[in-house]
């Protein structure tokens, strides 16, 4: 998944607002902020490790829960547990937000009002959530309490040989840069554990000058964190480096054109299919029913990452049927038309599209929340199941 660059790269430094840089302290902007609060009320824990939070309990972890399976150390019968990993691809890694230090606060403040895909090879994106913007500014203060905008003084032309004979592509795409090198970045996948989950977790490097405090970047390569190897680079080197990835010329990214709505279908779509192909394939993870999923229906029926219940079951025929609950509490179809004549569950399959694409479709959340946008096919059979009165 890649998306378009249209994220507002607000100022370094002091472009956070809130708190002005402190007097004596050249460049750097220190803040205290504690927003402990929030992340407890939009339950980041149940995807990210956060410093001295608690993690959310396993069978409320969504990358826990995931990666036992994975491991094999989730307790269940030998053939489910085959059956489950051979389907699970998302939210199986998440970046540690105690690497969140090194980006700058204005980055993650715009990131988390506009999530944006930064690892093209993680499935899962961040979630866009109903963060109000002084929530997203005060999580960003918590998140990254230093922001320093002093300059990265290396050579970019010695970075740039580094960057070839380290081989930073075998996990890094560089989008738009001389150096990215999709075969060398493909065979990445290949490596043996736990390389290959930093193959996944590698951010795009196109990113990095807007999103990474300068002098971090250099601070990073010599002394990476996370999934990241040491790959043996002095300080001096780090330096080339940083300055090769803050500097060097990069390439627009390829226009996106719109998604282009397919016209419904002459065959006849029937429950069957569209539950096997769409609905049981993602949505139910997150709009199921609470018995089934371990007392939890998911964030899209009971609640959760501070939305309140939807109450939408979309795991069986009558479950969908019975429609969500609006914002009063009243029960509503999902089906009906929405003024322009979309039915509402159609309208946020496509506005995925649109954030995919770096837009925002007013009062409509994309869905599947936080996941890649589904295939426009998959959009035209709910679509066509929908226009032919929604048979069993
Ligand atoms: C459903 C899982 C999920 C939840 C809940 C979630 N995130 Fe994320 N978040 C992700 C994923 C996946 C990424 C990586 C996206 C990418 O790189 O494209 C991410 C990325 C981030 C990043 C960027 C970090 C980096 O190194 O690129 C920040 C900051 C962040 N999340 C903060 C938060 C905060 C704060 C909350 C709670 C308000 C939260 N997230 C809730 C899944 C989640
Ligand atoms: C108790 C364990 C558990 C927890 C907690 C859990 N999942 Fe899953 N998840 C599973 C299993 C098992 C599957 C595979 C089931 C199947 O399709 O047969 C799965 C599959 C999925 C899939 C579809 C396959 C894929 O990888 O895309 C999605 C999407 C998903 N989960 C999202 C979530 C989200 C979001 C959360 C957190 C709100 C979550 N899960 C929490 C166990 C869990
Ligand atoms: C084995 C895989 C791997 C290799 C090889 C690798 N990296 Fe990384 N790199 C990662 C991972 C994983 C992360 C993200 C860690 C996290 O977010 O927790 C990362 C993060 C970074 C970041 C932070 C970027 C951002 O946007 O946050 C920079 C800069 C970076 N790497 C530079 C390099 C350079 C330069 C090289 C070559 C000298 C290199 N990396 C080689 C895996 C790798
Ligand atoms: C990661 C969890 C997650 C996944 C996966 C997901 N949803 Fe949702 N969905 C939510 C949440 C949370 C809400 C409530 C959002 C809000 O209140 O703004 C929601 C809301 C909705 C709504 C709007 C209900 C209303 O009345 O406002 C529809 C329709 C919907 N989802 C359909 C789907 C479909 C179809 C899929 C699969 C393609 C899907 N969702 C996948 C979490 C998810």
Not at 9 to 18: H, I, P, R, V, Y
Not at 65 to 77: N, P, S, V
Not at 349 to 357: I, K, Y
Request: charged share 25%; hydrophobic share 40%.
């Amino acid at each position: 998944m890649r998306a378009l660059g249209l994220i507002a790269l607000a100022a370094c430094g002091s472009g956070s607002g809130s708190s002005p840089p402190s007097p004596g302290s050249g460049s750097a902007s220190i803040v205290r902020v504690d927003a402990t609060e929030l992340i407890a009320k939009y339950e980041c824990t149940r995807c990210h490790e956060v410093p001295k939070v608690a993690a959310a309990v396993r069978d409320k972890h969504c990358v826990a829960c995931h990666r036992q399976i994975l491991d094999g150390t989730f307790a269940a019968e030998p053939e489910r547990l085959a059956k489950w990993r051979g389907r699970i691809t998302s939210l199986t890694d998440v970046p540690s937000l105690a690497g969140a230090d090194r980006l700058r606060r204005a980055w993650v403040r715009d990131f988390l009002l506009r999530p944006h895909d930064v690892r093209p090879e993680l499935v899962a994106e961040m979630p866009r959530l109903a963060l109000a913007p002084a929530d997203a500014e005060k999580l960003a203060g918590h998140l990254v309490p230093e922001d320093r905008a002093d300059p990265v003084d290396g050579d970019p032309a010695a970075g740039e040989q580094l960057f070839r004979n380290l081989g930073c592509a075998r996990c890094h795409r560089f989008t738009g840069a001389s150096v990215d090198d999709t075969a060398m970045h493909a065979t990445g996948a290949k490596q043996p554990a736990p390389l290959d989950r930093a193959w996944q977790l590698a951010p795009d490097l196109r990113y990095a000058r807007d999103r990474v405090q300068p002098a971090q970047l250099a601070a990073w390569i010599a002394a990476p964190r996370g999934l990241m190897p040491k790959l043996g680079v002095d300080d001096a080197q780090a330096r080339d480096l940083a300055a090769f990835l803050a500097r060097t010329p990069l390439a627009a990214l390829p226009p996106r054109p719109p998604a282009k709505r397919l016209p419904v279908l002459d065959r006849a779509v029937t429950w069957d299919e569209v539950e096997a192909k769409v609905f049981r394939n993602v949505c139910w993870h997150c709009h199921a029913v609470p018995d089934f999923a371990r007392g939890d229906g998911g964030p899209g029926n009971s609640g959760g990452f501070g939305f309140a219940p939807r109450g939408l079951d979309v795991s069986s025929y009558t479950g969908i049927a019975a429609g969500s609950l609006d914002d009063e509490g009243e029960r509503r179809s999902i089906f009906a038309q929405l003024p322009d004549g979309t039915p509402r569950v159609v309208a946020h399959l496509l506005a995925r599209h649109t954030e995919a694409a770096g837009g925002i479709v007013d009062g409509i959340r994309g869905m599947p929340l936080g996941l890649p946008p589904l295939p426009l096919e998959e959009i035209q059979l709910v679509e066509t199941w929908i226009a032919q009165g929604r048979p069993r």
